[in-house]
């Protein structure tokens, strides 16, 4: 009896002290939320139009912490999602693209006839990295509230809608 009831303690108090930090966003209009975990890769703008991508860590109830440099949650503009995999991806396809379009212009300083065909492969290419980009939705503070919670409330709250 002695040994559950000590179980039963370390079991609750693994629960009480694992508690991790997430940060929670509100649609102003609809009220849908949507969370950022620790250790997420993400890529946010602050106020002062500053681009951060890293991994998410939390330093207090209102700092965030990316690529070692503090960011105030009051201080974001956007965030988002940011894959390491997608952003491979994009590299890979945004330097293919402009290899086609350079050697489109090698093609044309030959007077080769597919030099045409080339440049318009590798602007297709080119673009289509970029509409990689708009694969992850982007978070903006005019539509969306931030705010950070202790993981135990994300569970409530999932409950409750």
Do not use: C
């Amino acid at each position: 009896m002695k040994n559950r009831i000590y179980l039963i303690l370390l079991l609750i108090s693994t629960f009480v002290f694992s508690q991790q930090r997430t940060i929670e966003i509100t649609n102003i209009k609809t009220g849908k939320v949507k969370f950022f975990e620790e250790n997420q890769r993400i890529k946010i703008r602050t106020l002062d139009r500053k681009k951060h991508i890293g991994m998410l860590k939390f330093q207090d109830g209102q700092t965030i912490i990316i690529k070692d440099k503090s960011i105030k949650i009051d201080s974001l503009q956007s965030i988002k999602n940011q894959p390491k995999g997608l952003a491979t991806v994009k590299t890979v396809v945004l330097a293919a693209g402009l290899a086609t379009v350079a050697s489109s212009l090698v093609a044309a300083s030959k007077g080769d006839d597919s030099a045409f065909m080339l440049f318009a492969v590798g602007t297709g290419v080119t673009i289509g990295a970029g509409l990689l980009e708009g694969v992850n939705a982007n978070y903006t503070e005019r539509k969306w509230k931030f705010k950070i919670i202790d993981s135990s409330l994300k569970g409530a709250l999932t409950k409750q809608n």
